[in-house]
């Protein structure tokens, strides 16, 4: 494998000089050293059109779009309004701190399908100019990644070097492990020395790095306070986080399940925000719809879009409040009313 690839790594390297002078240098020092400049000075010429063509570790390719962070959330996040508050406070704050301490640690919990993956897409969409298709951005899914539980100090082993490696190569890579609640212990003990405090871990920061946790733990506890605002008939926009926050923290250490994520992570302080998604509404389905009917090319049908939610399962079964799949199946279920 090394053969093939070092020399595509230095042209990379090369292509997107200032990505990582230090990791040239084992590489240059094994070849000739004329070589290196007169291909240096070659490429030069073109790095600014290859900049177009090749996402390397470059403002060009990465740089915070708050405006943007903040229109996706208000109108294409629908009914999140603490979760919203939250993610955008959180990653404006660390992405304009030139000198973070620790990576950003968020964990996201809530019902299926309340936007839990699609908040990191909005977030990945307004850092990196390739989106979540950003060779900086990694997605890994528990029950795909990580089967077998008995195989977990292999994935383990993999996962520290996959982190190591793409930090290395750069420092605003971003990480979303999604099943949180689903990991194996032993993978959640591989990861935690990235996210603390260290200055450096065998001479690579990760204090520029995002990682993000997606769970369902504490949904039943969100929506236990949610179904009371609404028994209470007051808004769902009345909810705060503090009514959340303190049964959030608790049900996730009580829950045994997410045991050992309580222990290792939580205990120790290095997750920096809970974020709680409410449990979705059918004005929220109706919402969903409308934007799958936009981003489909179609007119928007309110009408359909009604009737669309109104076919929905809700819970709990006496007052059917809250949709039990979210906005999740939304996009198939279309389909059928076409
Ligand atoms: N609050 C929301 N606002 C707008 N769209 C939403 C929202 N929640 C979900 N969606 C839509 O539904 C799709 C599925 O949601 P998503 O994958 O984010 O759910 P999830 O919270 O990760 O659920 P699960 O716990 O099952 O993984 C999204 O791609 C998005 O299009
Ligand atoms: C930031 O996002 C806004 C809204 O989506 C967009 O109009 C603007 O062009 C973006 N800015 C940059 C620098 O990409
Ligand atoms: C970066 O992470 C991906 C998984 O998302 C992995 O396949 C790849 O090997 C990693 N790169 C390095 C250099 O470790
Ligand atoms: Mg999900």
């Known amino acids: 494998m090394r053969p093939t690839r070092s020399p595509v790594l230095l042209l990379w390297l090369l292509l997107c000089s200032g990505a990582g002078t230090e990791a040239i240098e084992p590489v240059s020092t094994t070849i000739a050293f004329g070589v290196v400049a007169t291909l240096t000075a070659f490429i030069t010429n073109y790095r600014t059109i290859s900049n177009y063509y090749y996402e390397c570790c470059h403002p060009e390719w990465i740089v915070f779009n708050r405006t943007g962070l903040e229109a996706d959330l208000r109108s294409k996040l629908f009914g999140q309004h603490i979760a919203s508050r939250i993610i955008l406070k959180a990653v404006d704050g660390f992405m ?63 996962l520290k070097q996959w982190i190591k490696g793409n930090v290395t190569i750069c420092e605003r890579s971003m990480f979303v492990f999604d099943e949180m609640d689903k990991m194996h212990p032993g993978l959640i003990d591989g990861i935690k020395p990235f996210l603390d405090y260290y200055e450096n871990l065998d001479g690579v920061s990760y204090r520029k790095a995002i990682f993000i946790f997606l769970s369902n733990a504490g949904s039943d506890k969100i929506v236990e306070t949610a179904l009371d605002f609404w028994n209470s008939a007051k808004t769902r926009e009345e909810i705060q986080l503090r009514d959340l926050e303190s049964l959030l923290s608790r049900a996730v250490f009580n829950d045994q399940q997410s045991g050992f994520y309580r222990t290792s992570l939580i ?10 998604l409410l449990p979705l509404e059918s ?47 939304i996009e198939s279920k279309l389909d059928y009313y076409l």
């Open 267 to 276: 205990d120790k302080n290095l997750v920096d925000f809970f974020v709680p």
């Open 283 to 329: 004005q929220h389905i109706v919402l969903c719809t409308m934007a799958e009917m936009k981003s489909r090319g179609m007119k928007p049908n309110q009408r359909l879009a009604e009737k669309v939610a109104k076919d929905l399962i809700y819970f709990p079964k006496t007052e059917r409040v809250f949709a039990a799949t979210g906005c999740k199946t």
């Open 96 to 158: 304009n701190n030139d000198n973070p301490k620790k990576p950003l640690v968020l964990s996201l919990h809530g019902w299926t399908g309340t936007g839990k993956n699609f908040i990191s897409k909005l977030i990945a969409n307004n850092i990196y100019k390739e989106g979540t298709k950003s060779s900086f951005f990694h997605l890994f899914a528990s029950t795909y990644h990580f089967p077998h539980s008995s195989q977990y100090e292999h994935y383990k082993y993999q």
